[in-house]
C-alpha cells in the first residue's frame, strides 16, 4: 500500500511535490483545480517531470463542485469541458485514475433528474477515458452517495467505472460508518481510498487519525478483507504537517497491525472483492484494468479530498482552529459542511 496526500489548490503544484517528498509520502494525490492548480494553467510537462525526479506516482482528483448535472444546459456543458480538460492533463502528467465528484445540486428536481444527468455526462465522458488510457472512479459523498444503495444507482448503469471510497465521508450524515456495506457491494471496483478523521454529523473537517470517530482500524480490517494494496491518501488538512506524519505513522502502524485475514492469507478466490490502482508514472498511459480484475503488479506499500481548510496562520501550533466570519458559518474549506469550532490537540 501507499501512502500520500493532497497538494493545496491555492499553492504551486511544483512547491506541493516538492514538500510532499521530503515528508516521505509515496504518492500525490493531484487536484486540479483554481487558483494556482487550475487545469488550464497547470504546465503538464512541469509537472511530470517533477514527479519522476521525486519517484512519486500520481492519482488524479478533480474539483468537487462541478455542476456536471446541472438543470441549465450551458453550465453542465462547461463542467464536462472542464472535465475533459482535466482528463487531458492527467494523461499528459501520467495519472492511471481520476475521480469524480457526482453531482446533486438541481433545486427543484428530484433525485431521478440528477441521477441521469450524472450518467449522461459520464457516458460522454468514457470514450475519452479509454482512448487517453486513464480510468474513471467515482467518489462517495455525504447525504445523497454514501451508502451502497445510492452509489448502485450509478455504478449499476455504468460497470466501467471504479470505485473511490472516502472513509471519512462513510462516517457522515448516516447512523453508522458505511465503509463495510459500500465494500461488500462494491469492493471489486474499488481503485482508490482517502482517509481521514471526523466527528460524525455534518461537520467534514478532515481531522488528524484518532482526533474523531471514525474507526480507522476497522476500516483498514474491511480493506484488507477485500485484499485492497493499492494507494490511500491522508487528507489531513493543517498548515501544521505534524499532524500529517502522526497521522502516517498511525496508519503505517495499523496496517501492519491488522494483517491479513486468514481466510484470504492463500491464493485470493475468485469471489473475493479486490481492488487497487496499479498507479504508475511511465510515459506511456496504459489502460486501466477491468472492473474487478486484479492488477498485473501489486503495491506493497501504503496511504477530502481538500487540500487545506482556510485555518487562522498565526494561532500556536498546539492548536487547530478554523477562521471564524460574522457574517456566515465557519466552514471547511473545500468540503463545505460546517466546520466543528474545537481545538485539535497535539496528538
Given at each position: 500500500m501507499l501512502?500520500?496526500?493532497?497538494?493545496?489548490?491555492?499553492?504551486?503544484?511544483l512547491e506541493?511535490?516538492?514538500?510532499?517528498?521530503?515528508?516521505?509520502?509515496?504518492?500525490?494525490?493531484?487536484?486540479?483545480?483554481?487558483?494556482?492548480?487550475s487545469?488550464?494553467?497547470?504546465?503538464?510537462?512541469?509537472?511530470?517531470?517533477?514527479?519522476e525526479?521525486?519517484?512519486?506516482?500520481?492519482?488524479?482528483?478533480?474539483?468537487?463542485?462541478?455542476p456536471?448535472?446541472s438543470a441549465?444546459?450551458?453550465?453542465?456543458r462547461?463542467?464536462l469541458e472542464e472535465?475533459?480538460r482535466?482528463?487531458?492533463?492527467?494523461?499528459e502528467?501520467?495519472?492511471?485514475?481520476?475521480?469524480?465528484h457526482?453531482?446533486?445540486?438541481?433545486?427543484?428536481h428530484?433525485?431521478?433528474?440528477?441521477?441521469?444527468?450524472?450518467?449522461?455526462?459520464?457516458?460522454?465522458?468514457?470514450?475519452?477515458?479509454?482512448?487517453?488510457g486513464?480510468?474513471?472512479?467515482?467518489e462517495?459523498?455525504p447525504g445523497?452517495?454514501?451508502?451502497?444503495?445510492?452509489?448502485?444507482?450509478?455504478?449499476?448503469?455504468?460497470?466501467e467505472?471504479?470505485?473511490?471510497?472516502d472513509?471519512g465521508?462513510?462516517?457522515?450524515?448516516?447512523p453508522?460508518n458505511?465503509?463495510?456495506?459500500?465494500?461488500?457491494?462494491?469492493g471489486?471496483?474499488l481503485?482508490?481510498?482517502?482517509?481521514?478523521?471526523?466527528?460524525?454529523g455534518?461537520a467534514?473537517?478532515?481531522?488528524?487519525?484518532?482526533?474523531?470517530?471514525v474507526d480507522?482500524r476497522?476500516?483498514?480490517e474491511?480493506?484488507?478483507?477485500?485484499?485492497?494494496?493499492?494507494?490511500?491518501?491522508?487528507e489531513?488538512?493543517?498548515?501544521?504537517?505534524?499532524y500529517?506524519?502522526?497521522?502516517?505513522?498511525?496508519l503505517r502502524?495499523l496496517w501492519?497491525?491488522v494483517g491479513?485475514?486468514?481466510?484470504?492469507s492463500g491464493?485470493i478466490p475468485?469471489?473475493?472483492?479486490?481492488g487497487?490502482?496499479n498507479?504508475s508514472?511511465?510515459?506511456?498511459?496504459t489502460?486501466p484494468?477491468?472492473p474487478?480484475?486484479?492488477?498485473?503488479?501489486?503495491?506493497?506499500?501504503?496511504?477530502?479530498?481538500?487540500?487545506?481548510?482556510?485555518?487562522?496562520r498565526?494561532?500556536?501550533?498546539?492548536?487547530?482552529r478554523?477562521r471564524r466570519s460574522?457574517?456566515?458559518?465557519?466552514t471547511?474549506?473545500?468540503?463545505?459542511?460546517?466546520?466543528?469550532?474545537?481545538?485539535i490537540?497535539?496528538?
Amino acid at each position: 500500500m501507499l501512502i500520500g496526500t493532497m497538494n493545496h489548490p491555492e499553492h504551486p503544484i511544483l512547491e506541493e511535490i516538492a514538500w510532499m517528498a521530503d515528508l516521505g509520502m509515496e504518492f500525490v494525490d493531484l487536484t486540479l483545480e483554481p487558483p494556482a492548480a487550475s487545469s488550464w494553467r497547470v504546465n503538464a510537462e512541469a509537472v511530470r517531470r517533477a514527479l519522476e525526479r521525486h519517484k512519486l506516482p500520481v492519482v488524479g482528483h478533480t474539483a468537487w463542485y462541478l455542476p456536471m448535472a446541472s438543470a441549465i444546459p450551458e453550465i453542465r456543458r462547461a463542467a464536462l469541458e472542464e472535465l475533459k480538460r482535466c482528463l487531458e492533463r492527467f494523461a499528459e502528467i501520467g495519472a492511471k485514475w481520476m475521480n469524480i465528484h457526482p453531482d446533486r445540486h438541481t433545486p427543484w428536481h428530484p433525485r431521478e433528474y440528477y441521477i441521469e444527468g450524472n450518467i449522461e455526462t459520464l457516458e460522454r465522458l468514457l470514450p475519452l477515458f479509454k482512448r487517453y488510457g486513464v480510468g474513471l472512479m467515482i467518489e462517495n459523498l455525504p447525504g445523497e452517495y454514501n451508502s451502497a444503495a445510492q452509489l448502485g444507482e450509478l455504478f449499476g448503469r455504468l460497470p466501467e467505472i471504479g470505485l473511490h471510497l472516502d472513509i471519512g465521508h462513510a462516517n457522515l450524515q448516516v447512523p453508522h460508518n458505511t465503509t463495510g456495506e459500500i465494500l461488500e457491494a462494491w469492493g471489486t471496483r474499488l481503485r482508490h481510498v482517502h482517509l481521514h478523521d471526523n466527528k460524525g454529523g455534518g461537520a467534514d473537517l478532515h481531522l488528524p487519525l484518532g482526533a474523531g470517530s471514525v474507526d480507522v482500524r476497522g476500516a483498514l480490517e474491511q480493506l484488507k478483507k477485500c485484499a485492497y494494496d493499492g494507494t490511500i491518501t491522508l487528507e489531513v488538512f493543517t498548515p501544521d504537517r505534524h499532524y500529517l506524519t502522526y497521522s502516517r505513522d498511525v496508519l503505517r502502524r495499523l496496517w501492519q497491525e491488522v494483517g491479513v485475514p486468514e481466510e484470504i492469507s492463500g491464493p485470493i478466490p475468485a469471489d473475493t472483492c479486490h481492488g487497487g490502482n496499479n498507479v504508475s508514472i511511465s510515459t506511456q498511459p496504459t489502460a486501466p484494468e477491468a472492473p474487478g480484475q486484479r492488477p498485473n503488479a501489486v503495491l506493497l506499500r501504503m496511504p477530502r479530498r481538500r487540500p487545506a481548510l482556510r485555518w487562522e496562520r498565526r494561532r500556536a501550533p498546539s492548536t487547530i482552529r478554523p477562521r471564524r466570519s460574522a457574517s456566515k458559518p465557519t466552514t471547511c474549506f473545500r468540503s463545505g459542511p460546517h466546520c466543528d469550532k474545537t481545538a485539535i490537540p497535539a496528538p
